[in-house]
């Protein structure tokens, strides 16, 4: 019998595998490249290279690519086969150690916002040895990052190994004051859950918001969504657990460590969560996670979505990342311990977190904006749009002791006794967990909730990662020269907690008192669109922490500004377009021939019965008339907002007018279509409703 044990990580060229095939030298060599950050020794890479294209070529490959994340939020590659040609006429299978450390994709038709023209074709890829290489099909997938001939990252990935040594420098400045010298490294460790939709795709096929846009842009509330929380954790279909069964097999088989599979709140919403892992492995299994769960989805029958608001009326989906710090030698550096009032580094790490989320809310909710994310948060179904930290009751009670020089008296452990006999005795947990924070404290790291999910985790992390850095290096400063380090230490935490404690917030994010106590009470920022925030990552006091730390150059940061909101705009117009067409050579032409029909039904019927009144059918016909004519003008407002955005130019103007123009009319046309779903035949309406969507999957 085959299990788990046996085929997991079979597709990955991971330790087991470089330790069986390569010299024990140039084993070691790789590994204080992959382990402590060491520069790569080139005479290792050809070596490496043969054993890589040995293994893969076991395992059925022919082909490699160099595997990179560029600014389009989704993956991409070339496939360069391994063949070369020998004289006799026949091939010879190679790869040499200069084709797994570079590659030169075409980078002049990717997202550069400015970095350079179109016509400047020339673009790098560079192996990332900290991210094991795989196979996906018949090709060596090799993890890299990709940058233009000028040197500036085009890519996510970058930028993500440039906060994680932002952060590593500063921490172990900070664990060297607490006297810890055997520690190399520090890493973050993500855990990103995923939320999706799963639909039947012959439905799907039908609909082309979906297929345009991933989510419906029409759609009347069916007679049941998600009031009876049945669909939340219940049994999972049978069509539905054959996806994540084989999804599971294809994850195991490249090393995702998929843990979790449940059903979600909304009908036909599931999560998959992973046990987290280094940072930018997470993410590079995260990407791998959305494009296996799609091409499985349709095996299956199903379409995976991934929008972060495929439906109105239900919840949207997410992607909760788990992050942590820890060092290589398995500390956990947000661990309070059994007494955390007493662990002093604990409580400088917690108050780095806190410090970095205040000071740079911004960037947090720069680092989640999307067109689609927009929809979700602070829809009562994710966290506000506003940025606060969840601590509960017994980090807040200690942080609160600290700042005013009291004894903290600590909260007495609960035994739960649930009143049967036979079933255990527990330890409650001293706090309860929050669903509507932002960035909540779950017991050794912080879930930051507000991401996407069709979101790529690097940005948010990249944010947080370099954050924390900056806070960590501002204590760093201040500590490292003091007479008194254990005074200064405290003087430090208790200043920090004074400073920041407007951030901390226990209480119901959903609530709309918490947002005006937020906003104006507390002074905290409330970005609720991409258009108000994005245009913020330019601020002085982000430009230079972030230039400071190397993560991004300064004209990295304006050219992913114009990119996302580039990216803003032209899903917004996508949308709107398809609106447009949707509503022109669908909706009205099937609500005109549901009007034409009850009109002649109610003719035929009069002429068959004088005295007939056709009451129903008359207030029918009229109510279809007059829902036809506010659809058409409707359908012509926005079109013509959408010929009015020919023009604009700027990015920002464009993005601000697409938020305050466009967007409400894309609303005020959904109103009377969706009103007319409500009273036309069901035979006659032109493709699936929301009831067929959410409830069709068997």
């Known amino acids: 019998m085959v299990t788990v044990s046996d085929y997991f990580g079979s597709m990955v060229f991971d330790d087991r595998v470089m330790r069986a095939k390569l010299p024990a030298d140039v084993y070691q060599s790789l590994r204080k490249t992959i382990d402590e950050g060491k520069k790569l020794n080139p005479n290792v890479a050809n070596i490496v290279a043969e054993a890589m294209k040995n293994w893969a070529i076991e395992q059925g490959a022919t082909h490699f690519t160099h595997w990179f994340q560029p600014l389009t939020g989704i993956t991409a590659e070339k496939h360069e086969s391994f063949i070369t040609p ?39 890829t560079a192996w990332d040895p900290t991210s094991y290489a795989f196979i996906k099909g018949k090709t060596l997938c090799i993890p890299t990052a990709f940058c233009s001939y000028s040197g500036h990252a085009l890519d996510k990935k970058t930028p993500l190994l440039r906060s994680m040594e932002a952060l590593n420098k500063q921490a172990l400045r900070i664990l060297r004051l607490f006297g810890n010298t055997s520690s190399k490294r520090v890493v973050s460790s993500v855990g990103p859950e995923q939320e999706y939709f799963l639909v ?39 069509v539905v657990a054959s996806f994540m069964e084989e999804l599971n097999e294809e994850l195991w088989k490249l090393g995702i460590l998929a843990k979790t599979e449940h059903n979600e709140v909304a009908p036909s919403q599931h999560e998959l969560a992973p046990i987290y892992t280094t940072t930018n492995v997470a993410t590079d299994h995260n990407q791998l996670t959305m494009e296996i769960m799609q091409k499985v989805a349709v095996k299956h029958g199903l379409v995976c979505l991934l929008h972060e608001k495929p439906f109105a009326g239900v919840n949207g989906s997410g992607k909760h990342n788990n992050w942590s710090i820890a060092t290589d030698d398995g500390q956990n550096l947000l661990s309070p311990g059994e007494t955390p009032y007493e662990n002093a580094q604990f409580l400088l790490f917690l108050c780095a977190v806190i410090k970095a989320v205040d000071d740079y809310q911004d960037l947090l909710r720069i680092s989640v904006a999307t067109a689609g994310n927009d929809h979700r948060l602070g829809a009562n179904e994710a966290p506000p749009a506003v940025i606060s930290i969840f601590l509960g ?40 967990r ?88 507390r002074g905290l920022l409330n970005y609720r669109t991409t258009a108000d925030c994005m245009p913020h990552l330019l601020d002085q006091k982000n430009v230079e922490m972030l230039t400071s730390h190397r993560v991004f150059s300064e004209a990295e940061l304006y050219s992913r500004c114009e990119i996302m909101l580039e990216n803003y705009c032209k899903s917004i117009l996508i949308e709107a377009r398809t609106m447009v067409d949707m509503a022109k050579t669908q909706i009205l032409p ?108 068997k």
């Open 86 to 124: 020998s004289p006799d006429g026949s091939v010879i299978m190679e790869f040499s150690g200069k084709e797994l450390i570079q590659g030169e994709p075409d980078a002049s038709s990717f997202p550069s916002g400015g970095l350079r023209a179109t016509f400047e074709a020339r673009g790098y």
């Open 200 to 238: 039947p795709k012959e439905l799907y096929d039908k609909r082309a918001d979906l297929r345009f846009t991933g989510r419906t842009l029409f759609g009347a509330k069916p007679p049941k969504g998600q009031e009876m929380d049945d669909h939340y954790f219940g049994v999972i279909k049978p």
């Open 393 to 432: 009751d017994e980090l807040t009670g200690i942080l609160e002791a600290i700042e005013t020089d009291t004894p903290y008296l600590g909260i007495e452990k609960t035994q739960m006794k649930l009143g049967v006999n036979v079933l255990p005795r527990f330890t409650r947990d001293t706090t309860d």
């Open 434 to 521: 929050n669903r509507t924070s932002p960035f909540a404290f779950t017991g050794n790291k912080f879930e930051f909730r507000m991401l996407g999910s069709s979101n790529s985790i690097a940005c948010a992390n990249i944010m947080l990662n370099s954050a924390v850095a900056e806070s960590l290096k501002i204590y760093a400063d201040r500590l490292e020269n003091v007479e008194d380090f254990e005074t200064a230490l405290h003087e430090m935490i208790k200043k920090t907690i004074k400073d920041h404690k407007r951030i901390i917030f226990n209480g119901n994010g959903y609530d709309d008192s918490w947002i005006k106590e937020a906003t104006e009470v």
């Open 590 to 697: 099937a609500v005109e021939a549901y009007t034409t029909e009850i009109a002649k039904s109610a003719a035929a019927k009069k002429a068959l019965l004088s005295d007939f009144s056709c009451t129903y059918e008359t207030g029918l016909v009229k109510n279809l008339s007059e829902k036809v004519d506010e659809i058409a003008a409707r359908t012509d407002e926005l079109e013509a907002a959408i010929s009015g955005l020919d023009d604009v130019g700027d990015t920002i103007a464009e993005s601000a007018l697409i938020r305050d123009t466009l967007l409400p009319k894309m609303s005020e046309l959904r109103i009377p279509c969706d009103e007319a779903e409500t009273l036309t035949a069901k035979k006659y309406w032109p493709f699936p409703t929301y009831a067929d969507l959410l409830f069709g999957t």
